[in-house]
């Protein structure tokens, strides 16, 4: 079974530009979330969908970050325009729907290097 | 709000040393506790967790016990292997059954030497 996959692996872009990066969950996995990591900090969570609805997005840190999950299947998160702050690491994840008293073990996919120069 | 604090990196040990990676937290109620590994050029995987106070996680030779008194959820190890080394992070889930997002540390590298 293939885990979760993210394109592209590395983006250099410089300030002011667009940048799409994309998440393929696991077949079957209703939740995806994406998180970032910025400056080797804390991985901080960025926004939850349930199928193609945002659960949670308390975590994105302004509107130049939009998400997106077409048919419930993979996600894009687009950053448009690219600020020197938004360098860092994407992480996307994705779980099953066990119901909430259960723990949804989080499959994590390798992530997305953003450098913005 | 929820927080993770673990210790600074690097952690460099010779192969068969002791590790304890110490990772405390701050939540209201009584969070879920996770440890995630991260392997170079790898996604982070699920080494371990514990969901209520006093609970040991283990797997493959990590173990870490979820003491509620001292907030704590340190990561041991009684022989390292050179194939440890990589990113470890010490992560919380809340209790709100409406919101499934984690709360991480800083990560910390541990480096093996053979």
């Known amino acids: 079974e293939a885990g979760v996959t993210q394109f592209p692996s590395h983006s250099v872009i410089e300030k002011g530009q667009t940048v799409t990066l994309r998440c393929d969950p696991i077949?079957?996995?209703?939740?995806l979330y994406w998180y970032r990591r910025v400056m080797g900090k804390e991985i901080k969570f960025l926004l939850h969908?349930?199928?193609?609805?945002?659960?949670?997005e308390s975590g994105m840190p302004n509107n130049r970050f939009l998400a997106e999950r077409t048919g419930g299947t993979y996600s894009t998160l687009k950053v448009q325009p690219a600020e020197l702050e938004d360098s860092g690491v994407y992480f996307c994840?994705?779980?099953?729907?066990?119901?909430?008293?259960?723990?949804?073990?989080?499959?994590f996919g390798p992530g997305t290097r953003l450098t913005v120069l | 709000g929820n927080s993770v604090t673990q210790m600074e990196g690097p952690v460099t040990l010779s192969e068969e040393a002791f590790l304890t990676i110490n990772c405390t937290y701050t939540a209201t109620g009584y969070p879920s506790l996770f440890w995630y590994v991260q392997y170079p050029g790898e996604g982070l995987q699920l080494l371990l967790k514990a969901t209520k106070a006093d609970d040991k996680g283990s797997n493959k030779g990590f173990e870490a016990t979820y003491r509620k008194e001292t907030t704590s959820f340190h990561l041991e190890k009684g022989s390292v292997q050179v194939s440890d080394s990589a990113v470890y992070f010490c992560?919380?889930?809340?209790?709100?059954?409406?919101?499934?997002?984690?709360?991480f540390g800083s990560g910390t590298r541990l480096q093996v030497q053979p």
């Open positions: 992560a919380l889930r809340g209790r709100d059954t409406g919101r499934r997002a984690l709360t």
């Open positions: 077949s079957g996995h209703d939740n």
């Open positions: 994840a994705s779980s099953q729907d066990l119901g909430s008293s259960s723990y949804n073990e989080q499959f």
């Open positions: 969908f349930v199928k193609e609805s945002k659960q949670d």
